[in-house]
């Protein structure tokens, strides 16, 4: 019913910065950023509600921007200040319907129904 699609992964070195984009038709209601690197867990990211609030893991803060483009039905990921720890698969995802503010801003994967294929990102030293 809702696909999901990531792009702007790549390699960059140390410092560096990339943008991730989503494509996800339908009203934005709780957007999400989640990662996983190589043999660790799915971890949240970022996440953005319909009316703008964000919010971040701690990993990120300050490193990380998540918006949306309601008009254009697209969540991006602009990544800054990159290290060798932010390497992982970054995956879009879609929360259930009616997912309160609350349980968006907890960042936990349950809370999340649909998922987009993941989009790699490499970070060299």
């Known amino acids: 019913q809702v696909q999901l699609q990531e792009s702007g992964g790549g390699s960059v070195q140390s410092g560096g910065s990339l943008k991730l984009s989503c494509a996800a038709s339908g009203d934005t209601r709780c957007m999400a950023w989640f990662r996983q690197g190589l043999e660790k867990e799915r971890e949240g990211v970022a996440a953005?509600?319909?009316?703008?609030?964000?919010t971040y893991s701690d990993s990120v803060k300050g490193r990380f921007v998540i918006s949306s483009d309601d008009a254009n039905d697209t969540l991006y990921l602009q990544m800054n200040s990159l290290t060798p720890e932010d390497t992982a698969v970054y995956f879009c995802?879609?929360?259930?319907?009616?997912?309160?503010?609350?349980?968006?801003?907890?960042?936990?994967?349950?809370?999340?129904?649909?998922w987009g294929q993941g989009t790699q990102v490499t970070v060299s030293s």
């Open positions: 953005v509600e319909n009316d703008g609030s964000t």
């Open positions: 995802a879609r929360s259930f319907e009616f997912l309160s503010s609350a349980a968006c801003s907890t960042l936990r994967g349950a809370n999340f129904y649909y």
